[in-house]
């Protein structure tokens, strides 16, 4: 085992043995635990054993931190990286990459040959392995582990999950050898304490030394105005003011709204939490770092800096908030107002965090957070080597009952669930290299699947309730011996006979009115009226008291019956769900003629190097021509369009579309309607946009505007328009890469590259 300057953790030491020993494991363990030493370890296995090691993790910004903390461990000569839009001494012995870019390697299309790409590699380490849990991205953890060759160790690293059995066993079945190393150790514990606006100048302990919930802390009154209840005033600088005479400082404070974060960001600027010294240090950071990047010269948020406050959020600048997390980690910034994202792996060390409500709002309303999302923030707190205890504050609101913080507070992690989702690339990669029964091999091979089991559970129990029901019914005895069969016969002969009755005593009374007899036919039907009477009389059930009893049992027993056989559908539908998916896949490709005799044709190998949303919907357009003929600005506006996500209907740009792209995005459409008619016929639910929101800012910036000018006339995010135009940017990377596009439409979306990738664009 290396030799680590310092003693290491138990789990530690377990997983380094593992490794040395040439199994795979999964290390699931509390944020901030120590998971990297277990990925040190097997660095120096590679380093020493002149082998190589992937590390991958979910987020660009992550990757190049660690290839910053690597390069200075083991030397810049030692360390590459692979994100979408960098790639930096790619056959070093180490390279961080994304977890996207080495599943795309394991395919073996665009980026060369598996065994090229994969070669002396014997560690890939898949850090933050919970993102399988991603609704987006999670099927990339998946592919990677079931594609990944058995040759190759797998070292997973996970934050706290409910089933990292599960997980283990998975990975053991269906790569090689895996332990699990599973620990709820933290070396700096953590201690929950609760904000009560009714006693503003203290932070009260949540639970007693039991567990229990604290006596002395009351629920939030509600505020009523105008018979409507409302929230009551912020309290931000009360909880903040506490913890610095508490000495409970650096803290990151979370909240779920972006213009929440600035504003609470503003209302604790006077609070005097950083010395003389300490602005001076801030502010030459400042000077030094803006003189590298001069479109921050005018940020609004600099006066708040040095008053040892920020804000860190998706609508701020990628540069910006790279200048707060410096500032942070050196202990010049004492509290950060952030979005949950800041939970998601970042190095931003603090001695506390607070979260501002454990309730937070999605596109389909408030819902109460998850207990890995409230462990994934409550673990930001506590440095390990400076602190003895972590300090996490959950502040008082009218909406949520102490009783459910300490609920939350006390509950275990949630269990990882399989967002494995087949889609038009996967299908055509793996008939690229497989027939039709090995692909379904594999796509059986997924967590999905294998958890299955867990999914079907419910719905098994949910069977075995309802034949017990069933049976129940079954066992009702007649006491005169007769079938349900009977009974329906009787109930139906008596409904007619009800039904006839009423028909005759109407005829009557409309002849009676005419002072007409009745005629033969109605006196026909009268006579055989009497004589369905006389049937009924003559079943049993006519004199039985229990009658209504036993027929209400039927409608029961058929109720259930019913459930019954929709149940079977839906645990059939369950278990085959994935493969079912990617026969829809694959018949909408078959139909496109994109496939054939189950291998991609030319432009199915387009397809299939493709990485979007709709990887179909994106080559269809590549394949119609209308990205040709196109200036780069005007390149770049289309692709804007069909890659900005449906946002909500309030936003809108009041900057138009040039006549050319307006052009083209009217043709678009009819490639949407087009593929949508054929995904619904196939039940296929992959998504496609079409919105130009974005699209005037991205021409703007290409054809050489300002910064300033470009976000000039828009009420968003700066992050949000960064964003937008990074995701343009990886299009057209994968325009000059992938085969079979035209040499002009390549030349194009070079120059358009080069023109978005400037300041502030080009900074992760």
Known sequence: MYDFPFELDDFQK?????????????????????????????????????????????????SNQKFNDFSNLYGADNVGLLTGD?????????????????????????????????????????????????????????????????????????????????????????????????????PVPLRFYYFDSSQPNTLLPLLTPSGDLNKKIKPEKKVFSRGKSVQKKSVVKDVIRNLHEKNMLPAIYFT????????????????????????????????????????????????????GVASHHAGLLPGWKVLVEKLFQKGLIKVVFATETLAAGINMPARSTVISSISKRTDSGHRTLTPSEFLQMSGRAGRR??????????????F???????????????????????????????????????????????????????????????KEFNQEKIDECNSFKCWCNRSNKDLLEYNKCRDIYVQNRKVFKTIQKQEKKKNRALPEEAIAFGEQTKSMLNNMHS????????????????????????????????IEKQKDIFWNKFLSHRAVLINYQY????????????????????????????????????????????????????????????????PNVRKTLNKIKDIKRDIEKQQKYY?????????????????????????????????????????????VVDVLRQLCTISNIPEALVFTAREAIEAIQKSPIDVD
Request: glycine share 4%; proline share 3%; charged share 25%.
């Open 595 to 658: 496939l054939k005799d189950d291998y991609p044709t030319e432009q199915g190998i387009t397809i299939s190097q493709l990485r979007s949303e709709n990887e179909l919907f994106m080559a269809k357009i590549i394949f119609s021509g209308l990205l040709e003929n196109h200036t780069p600005a005007e390149l770049a506006s289309v692709i804007c369009a069909i890659t900005t996500e449906d946002m909500r209907a309030d936003m809108y740009s009041r900057l138009p579309l040039s």
């Open 256 to 307: 779920f709204s972006r213009k929440k974060c600035d504003e609470q960001m503003e209302k604790c600027a006077g609070l005097e939490l950083i010395t003389r010294d300490e602005q001076k240090e801030i502010q030459s950071i400042i000077d030094e770092y803006i003189a590298e990047n001069p479109y921050l010269y005018k940020n609004k948020h600099i006066e708040y800096l040095l008053q």
């Open 683 to 727: 039940d296929v639910e992959d998504p496609m946009y079409i919105n130009g929101f974005y699209s005037p800012l991205i021409e703007m910036w290409v054809n050489g505007a300002e910064w300033e000018t470009v976000i000039g006339d828009i009420e968003i995010g700066e992050g949000d328009v960064v964003r937008s135009f990074k995701r």
């Open 14 to 62: 377990e997983a380094c043995e593992h490794i040395s020993s040439g199994k795979s494991v999964v290390v699931c363990a509390p944020t901030g635990a120590g998971k990297t030493v277990i990925a040190q370890h097997a660095i120096h296995c590679a380093l020493q054993n002149k082998k190589r090691v992937f590390y991958t993790t979910p987020l660009k910004a992550l």
């Open 400 to 462: 949520q009952p102490p009783e459910e913080v300490a609920e939350l507070v006390l509950s275990d992690a949630n269990p990882l669930e399989s967002k494995f989702s087949p889609s038009y690339s996967m299908v055509l990669n793996l008939l690229q290299r497989f027939s039709l029964e090995e692909a379904k091999e594999l796509v059986l091979k997924s967590f999905g699947y294998f958890s299955s089991g867990s999914r079907v559970e419910p719905l098994i129990k949910l």
């Open 86 to 186: 960098t790639s930096v001494n790619r056959n070093a012995q180490i390279v961080v990459m994304t977890t996207e870019v080495f599943r795309n390697m394991l395919y073996g299309t665009n980026l060369g040959s598996v065994s090229d790409n994969l070669k002396n590699v014997s560690y890939v380490i898949l850090d933050e392995v919970h993102y399988m849990n991603d609704e987006q991205r999670g099927t990339v953890w998946e592919e990677s582990i079931i594609y990944c060759p058995t040759n190759i160790q797998i070292i997973a690293l996970s934050a706290t999950v409910a089933n990292a059995d599960k997980l283990t066993e998975w990975i053991n079945t269906v790569h090689s050898d895996t332990k699990l190393i599973n620990t709820d150790f933290r």
């Open 385 to 398: 080597g400076m602190d003895e205890i972590g300090y996490v504050t959950i502040v008082g609101t009218a």
């Open 539 to 570: 079943f049993e059930c006519d004199t039985c008291k229990l009658f209504k009893k036993h027929m209400k049992v039927i409608d029961i027993l058929n109720r259930y019956e019913n459930k019954q056989i929709a149940l079977d559908k839906e």
